[in-house]
């Protein structure tokens, strides 16, 4: 199972960006997925959580400005970011409770997944 996030980049500080995160591998179920951040010398911070039924939690200093969805078809996970300030500078990682099968098996096992990070980048 693996997580493949994309769409990170330099942006100026009121600019936006579009996340997206990929499951793949032998998936039975994705279940709670989210994205988190991490800032240089910082600890590793909630942005967003979203439920398999598509309820959604925020952190503070994003509510208003992000939105987290999930394609759940595709396995995917979004988030847009508008409105983006030099704060919100960050690697940026998804994560997803995952149901797999055992490669070649009817056996599932359950895996908290993360994603490689984005780098996103605000100037001001």
């Known amino acids: 199972v693996q997580l493949q996030a994309s769409g990170g980049g330099l942006v100026q500080a009121g600019g936006s960006l579009r996340l997206s995160c990929a499951a793949s591998?032998?998936?039975?179920?994705?279940?709670?997925m989210g994205w988190y951040r991490q800032a240089p010398g910082k600890q590793r911070d909630l942005v967003a959580t979203?439920?398999?039924?598509?309820?959604?939690n925020y952190a503070d200093s994003v509510k208003g400005r992000f939105t987290i969805s999930r394609d759940n078809a595709k396995n995917t996970l979004y988030l847009q970011m508008n409105t983006l300030k030099p704060e919100d500078t960050a690697v940026y990682y998804c994560?997803?409770?995952?149901?797999?099968?055992?490669?070649?098996?009817?056996?599932?096992?359950?895996?908290?997944?993360w994603g490689q990070g984005t780098q996103v980048t605000v100037s001001s």
């Open positions: 994560n997803a409770d995952i149901t797999a099968y055992y490669s070649g098996s009817d056996l599932k096992y359950k895996v908290a997944s």
């Open positions: 979203i439920t398999n039924g598509g309820r959604t």
């Open positions: 591998g032998t998936i039975f179920a994705v279940n709670g």
